[in-house]
């Protein structure tokens, strides 16, 4: 009785030795996050800002210039990008487990086998670009906008190809912790886009044309920057060189990139049609879904290198960290709702519409904070098949018709559409969140370690 009285009043002790302990490692983990997703933000900010001057420089051009390229940097291009951006991640499943299983020599096998699949893929989106004004006119635009519009997404099919390169090359360095290196390339490519579009625009009066091969030659630098530093020494473990072994093994790479691909663009044309429905601007945060990035490369990594615990406590900080952001922006929306439309406009109307939906808009962004959190453990895990079965059934069969039936049929609008889309996103991070906690962490790291081990003995 004595030795079990003893033991319980140790119970106390022990576990105060073991919180500090567990703090220390929450926050190693947290710094290992940031130091991916710190740069990634960086990057993914300058990126997404050479659109957007793109088209606020179109813009002093004339209308017709700006509604053109207005179309095609909210129709044509995230159509290609996402796509392709969700190909890209099924390289980051592999490159992140190659990496952790210390199979260097593999990354630049993948990355090989992932510019092949992704530049055949990608003739297929052709298409869209080639007969860009024929789909305008048919669903009803003028003529003279279908055609200026034809003009842009011919012009923009360089930028296209800029996707298959570019992505696999920054996720091939962020699996080796070289973020840096990305962010300092997109920064430079920024600044030089702003110059060059100044100078076309203002100096040059080049017009449309010239302004949307400004951002194409953006783009490619920022390819070139990273292969130059892959290839002339920054990577010496993971790039060997151009090998034939890329040919192999493509039809696997393929499904698993298609998977990604799909995957990806179910969530990104979910919200897209609550955009294209109401007219309201996409308001989602870059700094929420860039959180994906660093997830994905904490994830496959541990599982590469055969540490299940590590996956899961990475996945365990990543969302806390995730949930920290969401409720800084859930805060400051619900406290300046009545102001945060003034950034926009000084329209009365719309300022009103917008305070109304400031509720929805903060429930959105704190739910944005879970989802891609679970959405960067399913591509370091190598789900993407599952999840785009998931979120097919979530937004298309459970939240696209709750929302056209409570914005339409029952006359509720915008609100109505809205909260249909929340339910669906509701029910893909319910469903994610049951499968993440059943997750056998140490069966997969296993796995993981296997698949890697034979990867390397073929290669």
Known sequence: MECREEQELLLPQETSKKLPLLFKQFCQESAKLWQIAGPAIFSQVSLFSMTVITQAFAGHLSDLDLAAISIATT???PISFGFLLGMASAFETLCGQAYG??????LGIYLQRSWVVMFLCSILVLPIYVFATSVLKFIGQTAEVAEKFGVVAVWLIPLHFAFVFQFPLQRFLQCQGKNNVVAWVSGGALVVHVLVTWLVVYKLRGGIVATTISLDLSWWIT????????????????????????????????KLSVASGFMLCFENWYYRILIIA???????SSEVSVDALSIWVRVATELGAGNGKGAKFATIVSAMSSMIVGLFFWSLIMAFNDKFALIFTSTTGVLDAVNKLAVLLALTILLNSIQPVLSGVAVGSGWQSLVAYISVGSYYVIGVPLGIFLGIALHFGITGMWVGMISGTVVQTLILTFITIRYNWEKEAEKASMQM??????G
Request: aromatic share 14%; charged share 5%.
């Open 75 to 77: 129709v044509i291009i």
């Open 101 to 106: 299983a210390k199979q260097y020599q593999m």
């Open 278 to 284: 109401s007219g309201v601007p996409n308001l989602n």
């Open 223 to 254: 390819v070139l920057g990273l292969f130059v530093f892959v290839s002339c020494g920054g990577c010496r473990q993971c790039w060997n060189g151009f090998s034939v072994q890329a040919f192999s093994g493509l039809w696997e790479f393929l």
């Open 453 to 458: 081990g034979l990867c390397g003995s073929m």
